[in-house]
Nanobody
Framework: QVQLVESGGGSVQPGGSLTLSCAASGFTLEYYTIGWFRQVPGKEREAVSCISSVEGSAWYADSVTDRFTIATNNSKNVVYLNASDLKPDDTAGYIC?????????????????WGQGAQVTVSS
């Protein structure tokens, strides 16, 4: 019943921008914590950004702060990750996740529901 579907991935040149979307169904995302994570084969899953609309707070990894922005559109039940000044090291599969709680954390172990992922490739 709970479902998260990512879209907006693709290939972009270094310095470019894109926006990832995560459409939620089966729950109203504005009341719960939402996170974006990324994973490269052979490496551990990395937290990118998490948000709690109830707390009105968000968290960003040091590697993406000032370049990425997380935002929600509550009327559409969608969360976005706006990524700019993309670097080759940003290449990864990006996955959104949620957990039925309002407190902001960004540990992968705290999230029970995960999307299928969207690939972002940054290369020249």
């Amino acid at each position: 019943q709970v479902q998260l579907v990512e879209s907006g991935g693709g290939s972009v040149q270094p310095g470019g921008s894109l926006t990832l979307s995560c459409a939620a169904s089966g729950f109203t995302l504005e009341y719960y914590t939402i996170g974006w994570f990324r994973q490269v084969p052979g490496k551990e899953r990395e937290a990118v950004s998490c948000i709690s609309s109830v707390e009105g707070s968000a968290w960003y990894a040091d590697s993406v702060t000032d370049r990425f922005t997380i935002a929600t559109n509550n009327s559409k039940n969608v969360v976005y990750l706006n990524a700019s000044d993309l670097k080759p090291d940003d290449t990864a599969g990006y996955i959104c996740a949620t957990d039925f709680r309002a407190w902001l954390t960004c540990w992968a172990k705290d999230f029970r529901y995960w999307g299928q992922g969207a690939q972002v490739t940054v290369s020249s």
